[in-house]
Structures are given as structure tokens and as C-alpha cells.
């Protein structure tokens, strides 16, 4: 029994001077790829999950820079031509904290405790979606309801019933 063990990810930097501009935004390719911009220089950080059977051992922190070469690359490029000459920077590894349930973030108050409002598990999603789970819990504590957007899918409510709120992109 007891608590799997949390997978780990590498992300990767990378100086690129002729790839995408300001305007591209996190972008997470259909094979799993992402990267986004890392300042104003041509640089860039990214990387990919790895595939379930490839998962690294979580007592081993030390990056995997063949994972890079392999995988990741070879998408990139694909993906964006100019990253064909990128020139690799630097790497690190950490631990991947999810919410073991559905990956989703939980919002809202708390089912038995007054006055605890929560918003948590969002796995990996977390700063992209800081926004809007932190307008929610304001609009709750001061109004006592979502006006902006009801999220109340994402309540504890899933998690007593059992009931996944399913995301094929996580």
C-alpha cells in the first residue's frame, strides 16, 4: 500500500535566435511537446512527459540529457523548424505533484470545515490557471458564489461522490 511515488519531470533550456517570436504562447504539441519563451534573449524552456514505461526512478533526480536528444528534440524541430540549430543551455528535474484523483484542481469550500476555502491539486496547471481559481475564491468569500465563472464542477463534491472530472489534455 501507501502513496506512489511522485513522478518527476525534466525541463530543458534552450537559446534558439530565430525561433518563435513574443507572440507565441505556451504552446503543447499533439506529441505531448511543449515550450514557451524564457525572456526577451532567444531563449526558451520545455520539455515532455515521458512515456509511462519510460518514467525515471524518483529517488534519481540527476537529468536524463539523452531524453532530450531522443524525444524531445526531434518533436521540436518537427514542430518548429528554426529549432532544428537550437543550441541546449541547461536542464533540472523535479518532482511532479498531481492530484492522484483526476489531475484537476480543487476549488472551493470545504464540505466540513466553515470558512476553509481551497484551491489546490491542479497538477502542473497551477500557475496557468492561478487567475481565474484566485478570482473564484475571492468572488466566493466576499459574495458567497462564482459570478465570474461557475466553477463549481471543480468542488469537493467529485471527490465524495467518486466521480472524476475527466481532461484527456492533462
Request: glycine share 14%; aromatic share 12%.
Amino acid at each position: 500500500g501507501g502513496t506512489p511515488p511522485h513522478p518527476y519531470r525534466y525541463v530543458y533550456s534552450w537559446h534558439c535566435p530565430d525561433g518563435p517570436g513574443f507572440s507565441c504562447p505556451l504552446l503543447v504539441d499533439t506529441t505531448g511537446v511543449y515550450f514557451r519563451r524564457d525572456g526577451i534573449a532567444g531563449n526558451y524552456l520545455g520539455g515532455m512527459s515521458p512515456p509511462e514505461e519510460e518514467e525515471p526512478d524518483p529517488g534519481d533526480l540527476s537529468v536524463d540529457h539523452d531524453f532530450f536528444q531522443e524525444w524531445v528534440w526531434p518533436r521540436l524541430a518537427r514542430r518548429v523548424p528554426a529549432f532544428a540549430s537550437l543550441r541546449p543551455r541547461g536542464a533540472w528535474a523535479g518532482y511532479y505533484d498531481h492530484n492522484t484523483f483526476d489531475r484537476n484542481g480543487v476549488l472551493g469550500p470545504h464540505p466540513k470545515l466553515e470558512n476553509l476555502f481551497l484551491a489546490a491539486g491542479f497538477s502542473g496547471h497551477g500557475l496557468q490557471h492561478a487567475p481565474a481559481a484566485g478570482r473564484a475564491v475571492a468572488e466566493l468569500v466576499v459574495k458567497g458564489r462564482y459570478e465570474s465563472l461557475d466553477l463549481r464542477r471543480l468542488g469537493w463534491g467529485r471527490l465524495v461522490e467518486g466521480e472524476p472530472l475527466e481532461e484527456d489534455g492533462v
